[in-house]
Every structure is written in structure tokens, then in C-alpha cells.
């Protein structure tokens, strides 16, 4: 069973970066798409970015042009990188992994179903 890991969370203050890693734990294990998905207690979980194997990337509307992010295609690493962030992106940030062969699409920040979730990381941005 592929297992996900995040790091890479932590406290910044409004208009600092992080940059999020989410490991898988089978590097042979072709995926097709990964993507990262954030969730607060009030807004629930909702998608923040995706990038399919062959490059293509999709981001929410919140983030586009703050968020960056990226495949390790070898590794099976997804990273983001969280520039110029607001305290409203403090919440826990999970990734997600699409190994299985079914049809997909991707827009708004994800690629639909996914096969496996990380636990997440939190990340917490102060004003």
C-alpha cells in the first residue's frame, strides 16, 4: 500500500514562504497525478493544486500566482511552494496521489479522485 508524507509546515508571518513536500512511500509506482488539498474547520477541504506526470498543473483560483508546484517524476515528490502568504492560507495542507489507470481530469487544483492522502501539514501564517 502507497503511503504519503508531507513536511515541510511550520508558523510564518503574512507575506513569508514555505515549501511542502509530500513523499510517497513507493518510488516505482507510477502516478499520474499528485496534487495538494488544504482543509480548516471552517472551510473544509479544498483544493489548492495539482500536477499531472507528463507537467501539466492546475491551481484554485486563491492561489494561483502565489503557490508554485512540482513533480519529482523519479522520486515520486510533489513539493509547493507557498510565496506571499496571507494568514486566510493557514490550514493543514494534504497531499494526494492518482496511480490508478482511469480516466481524469484536471482544473481548479486537483485531478478528481485520488487513490491515497497523506495526514497532512499544518501551516500556520500570522499578521
Known amino acids: 500500500e502507497v503511503q504519503l508524507m508531507e513536511s515541510g509546515g511550520g508558523s510564518v508571518q503574512a507575506g513569508g514562504s514555505l515549501k511542502l513536500s509530500c513523499t510517497s512511500s513507493?518510488?516505482?509506482?507510477?502516478?499520474?497525478?499528485m496534487g495538494w488539498f488544504r482543509q480548516t474547520a471552517d472551510k473544509g477541504r479544498e483544493p489548492v493544486a495539482a500536477?499531472?506526470?507528463?507537467?501539466?498543473?492546475s491551481y484554485a483560483a486563491s492561489v494561483k500566482g502565489r503557490f508554485t508546484i512540482s513533480l519529482d517524476n523519479a522520486r515520486n515528490i510533489v513539493y509547493l511552494q507557498l510565496n506571499s502568504l496571507q494568514p486566510e492560507d493557514t490550514a493543514t495542507y494534504s497531499c494526494?496521489?492518482?496511480?490508478?489507470?482511469?480516466?481524469?481530469?484536471?482544473?481548479?487544483?486537483?485531478?478528481?479522485?485520488?487513490?491515497?492522502w497523506g495526514q497532512g501539514t499544518l501551516v500556520t501564517v500570522s499578521s
Open positions: 500536477i499531472t506526470r507528463d507537467g501539466m498543473s
Open positions: 494526494g496521489a492518482l496511480w490508478n489507470s482511469r480516466p481524469y481530469g484536471i482544473r481548479g487544483g486537483t485531478c478528481g479522485a485520488l487513490d491515497a
Open positions: 513507493d518510488s516505482t509506482t507510477i502516478m499520474h497525478c
